[in-house]
């Protein structure tokens, strides 16, 4: 009986791989065949393709305990412009909408994780890992940057003023994390424990922090860049405009799901796509933070109404697909040339950003007092970097077009090295701690547990049976 159990398994797994190739070789032969497929037929051909390849490697991978998302990527980069080119660069950005959808999903159902009672639980630790985080990960690597800077093609000619300016806007861009990566992560193995609650805490809420942290530092360290800039406060005016004006309206929103969750219920998926692309935009016109407004409408929804399990089954629903496009596209993103030709300073500055990591969490959880589990693998979960980080460096692209570009290639060539290493490290601690799969058993117990007791209540209203 055993023998058979692992026999079908092993079978199950050669078929998917069988599968995998079968699929790679049709699109192979397709995009030979027809080169210069464009338009809404090639972008369909595009989304079907990553759907399944990036699917079937994920199951693939997944036997050597490895996550779902480290396929998708895998899956995008192969077959992206930079090696196979079966989805070519003309797909991968008609696919930025499904893009802006993920990210608005992503929030939502990251605000919608984020309870009150879980707060309290770990807020001393919060306080405790963002101040440490921050302050030591800036410092240490913005040092570390300085001692690479002269290798740097885009820092030539710099005065030392200039390269400790720059050095502060590559330390606030090492300590901005993935929450893409971690909720990525919660919907594969509905972790739940000491080391999961600490992660999804500290993950969602310090974006918040990093985007007022690097307004800050654009801010700041312009007249260090630019000898002729000086120091103005509209930089901060605009940020509190944008939080608070992003915080009343993920308020406003939050309160208008509640209302239709328990109005009307049904057909959310729609209602959540059309917030995701419409609501999206408008945010942007309006110069608002959009995923910053869309966790505070989950945290809305989760936290002042009973409609937050139905929230987040909706978004789970949704999620399953848009959530492969959405890995397997940034898979496709990744300019391998790029990573290829940077890799001995990307995977110095990597290395530096994970000690950082791991000696600043050391510290924060002592002085928070954490349990022994957390102050041990807490820092897992904080390696992985994604959309967010590009998003940040494209800012800061923006506001120094003179070593903008460089700047950002950089970053793309470290985030795409820490976007492969944190998810597979943060799956490792879960398993190891015993987490995963424990979020998924928990709330299938309280939901028996909830129908049960509605079953004795109904039958004790009712009266007992006549005989």
């Known amino acids: ?141 913005a040092i570390a940057f300085l001692t690479v800077a002269r290798f740097l093609p885009f820092t030539g000619g710099l005065g030392r003023t200039q390269l400790v300016g720059i050095a502060i806007l590559w330390g606030t861009l090492a300590v901005c994390r993935s929450p893409s990566a971690t909720l990525g992560i919660f919907a594969q193995l509905r972790p739940d424990g000491p080391v999961a609650r600490f992660a999804l805490a500290f993950v969602m809420s310090s974006d918040v922090v990093v985007a007022m942290l690097l307004t800050a530092a654009i801010a700041l360290t312009r007249p260090l860049i630019e000898p002729s800039a000086v120091l103005s406060l509209t930089d901060f005016k605009e940020l509190g405009h944008e939080m608070l004006g992003s915080i009343a309206l993920g308020t406003t929103l939050g309160l208008a799901l509640t209302a239709y969750l328990w109005i009307i219920g049904s057909q959310l998926l729609v209602v959540l796509i059309a917030i995701g692309f419409g609501l999206t935009e408008g945010l942007h016109y309006l110069r608002f933070e959009p995923l910053l407004a869309f966790m505070v409408a989950g945290f809305v929804v989760a936290n002042f109404s009973d409609q937050g399990e139905k ?47 791991f000696v600043s969490h050391r510290i924060s959880s002592r002085l928070g007092g954490d349990e022994p589990v957390v102050r041990r693998w807490g ?76 079953a004795v209540a109904k039958e004790a209203e009712s009266g007992p049976a006549p005989a």
């Open 1 to 141: 009986m055993s023998g058979g159990a692992a026999a079908k398994p092993r079978l199950a797994s050669v078929l998917q791989f069988v599968a995998l190739l079968v699929v790679v070789c049709v699109m192979y032969v397709a995009t030979r065949a027809v080169p210069h497929a464009e338009g809404a037929a090639g972008v369909i051909t595009a989304v079907g393709f990553l759907l399944l390849s990036g699917m079937l490697a994920s199951e693939v991978l997944g036997l050597l305990g490895l996550p779902h998302l480290t396929g998708y990527l895998l899956a995008g980069a192969v077959a992206g412009p930079q090696v196979l080119h079966l989805v070519d660069e003309h797909a991968v950005e008609r696919l930025s909408p499904a893009n802006t959808l993920a990210l608005s999903l992503i929030a939502l159902a990251g605000g919608a994780e984020l309870r009150v009672d879980l707060l309290k639980s770990v807020l001393r630790s919060l306080v405790y890992s963002t101040v440490v985080q921050m302050v030591l990960g800036v410092v240490a690597t």
């Open 311 to 357: 929230l987040l089954h909706s978004i789970d629903r949704a999620g399953n697909v848009v959530y492969v496009v959405f890995f397997a596209t940034a898979g496709a993103h990744l300019d391998l040339v790029l990573v290829k030709d940077l890799w001995p300073i990307a995977l110095y500055l990597c290395g530096i950003r994970i000690a950082v990591i």
């Open 379 to 454: 820092w897992s979960s904080l390696v992985s970097q994604a959309g967010l980080t590009i998003g940040m460096a494209v800012l800061i692209e923006r506001s120094f077009p003179t070593f903008g570009a460089g700047f950002r290639s950089l970053a793309i060539a470290n985030v795409a090295v820490n976007e492969l290493i944190g998810p597979i490290l943060f799956k490792i601690v879960l398993d190891r701690v015993g987490e995963t799969g424990k979020g998924a058993v928990e709330k299938s117990f309280h939901d028996a547990e909830g129908v049960a007791v509605r």
